[in-house]
Every structure is written in C-alpha cells, then in structure tokens.
C-alpha cells in the first residue's frame, strides 16, 4: 500500500539546521512530484516547497526561501528538506505530501503522518 | 499571495445538521479549489477538489461548490465522524495557500 514515512525530526537550537527525510513506497516515487507541508502546534496548513519528478524545478514558500533546500532521490525512493538558519517561528509538524490521483494537479491526496519541529534554546 | 479566508471560525452543531462552511478568496482563483478535512493527530483527508468534485471514497454528503471568490462546503447531514477542522486550499498561482480553517464541533 502507498506510504510516506516522513523522519529526522527533532529538538534543535535557533539558528542550526536538521534534515527532514521522507521514504515513499506503494508507488513509483520517481513519477510524482513531492511537497513538504508544514502545520505549526494549533495553527493550520503553510504550503513549505514542491520539488518535480526530476528534481530540476523547486520551488519555496516565502518564509523558508534561502533557508530551505527541498531535493530527492528517486533510486532511494527518498524526499528530504534540509532546513537551515531554524526559528522559534519554524516549530511545526512537517508533513510530505502527494499528488497520487489523475484528473488534478497540486492538490494534496496522500499525506505522511508527519516529523515534529522544535526550534528552542 | 493568495489569501483564502474561512468563515466561521468554529460551527457548533448537533449530529444529523447541515453544515455550511465557507471559504473567499482575495481574488479569482477559477474553480481551483480543494477542500480537506483533519482531526486531530491527523494528517489532513483530500476531500474536494476542483471546486464540486468528490475525491475517491468522499462519502456523498460532502459537497463543494462555487467559483472565483467564493466557495462553500456542505455537508448535508453530519456524521459524528465528522467533527473535524476543514480547511480549504487554492492551486490557481504560486504560493500555494491554504484558509485558516473551520472547526466543526458537537454543540
């Protein structure tokens, strides 16, 4: 069955970095665009980045833009975020998520369960 | 940036109402509009898209509708799985943008 597996989450200090990884299985992961989603504690939904089936077009939310770095690799069947320069403001629950259905685009049909965020001292 | 607004920011309803939810637009996005559902410790459910459409295994009672600038959402007799937050999403331009969201609780 279709999962994504997102990890890497975790504690970290303002202004220091973490990766995110995301691991897809069920599907052929290199014939799908990916997004990373992000929900802060008791807030809603911020789009973050998209990467395409190549890798070659990205692109980024406002707020992470030159701090994050969205990329993939499709023979690992693998996403990743690599954050950087992290805030207090960047605590959220990252979510990987997927256009799997034909019939639409950039939509959001399948979702990982999510890797929490805490940026804290 | 397009900026979606929901409207009310909580409804308060009893199983078996009709819920209306409402999401506006800062300006046109066509029918280019998702609505999704979460609960909590979820990842949000794909619930409508395109504006009317029901995604794969949307039960009949969730309807979308409207165009440009205003959306709503009905679900026509509740559930009591369905006590949930929607959020509504547009995919007309970069940045993709979601609403703040509706909570529906048991009044």
């Known amino acids: 069955q279709v999962q994504l597996v997102e990890s890497g989450g975790g504690l970290v200090k303002p202004g220091g970095s973490l990766r995110l990884s995301c691991a897809a299985s069920g599907f052929t992961f290199g014939d799908y665009y990916m997004n990373w989603i992000r929900q802060a504690p008791g807030k809603g939904l911020e789009w973050v980045s998209y990467i395409g089936t190549t890798g070659d077009t990205t692109l980024y939310g406002d707020s992470v833009k030159g701090r994050f770095t969205i990329s993939r690799d499709n023979a690992k069947n693998s996403l990743f975020l690599q954050m950087s320069s992290l805030r207090a403001e960047d605590t959220a629950v990252y979510y990987c998520?997927?256009?799997?259905?034909?019939?639409?685009?950039?939509?959001?049909?399948?979702w990982g369960q999510g890797a929490l965020v805490t940026v804290s001292s | 940036e397009i900026v979606l607004t929901q409207s009310p920011a909580t409804l308060s309803l009893s199983p078996g109402e009709r819920a209306t939810l409402s999401c506006r637009a800062s300006?046109?996005?066509?029918?280019?509009l998702a609505w999704y559902q979460q609960k909590p410790g979820q990842a949000p459910r794909f619930l409508i898209y395109?504006?009317?459409n029901r995604a794969t295994g949307i039960p009949a009672r969730f309807s979308g509708s409207g165009s440009g600038t205003d959306f709503t959402l009905t679900i026509s007799s509740l559930e009591p799985e369905d006590f949930a937050v929607y959020y509504c999403?547009?995919?007309?331009?970069?940045?993709?943008?979601f609403g703040g969201g509706t909570k529906v609780e048991i009044k």
């Open positions: 395109d504006a009317s």
């Open positions: 998520a997927t256009t799997l259905g034909g019939g639409y685009h950039y939509y959001f049909d399948f």
């Open positions: 300006q046109s996005v066509s029918d280019y």
């Open positions: 999403q547009q995919r007309r331009n970069w940045p993709l943008t």
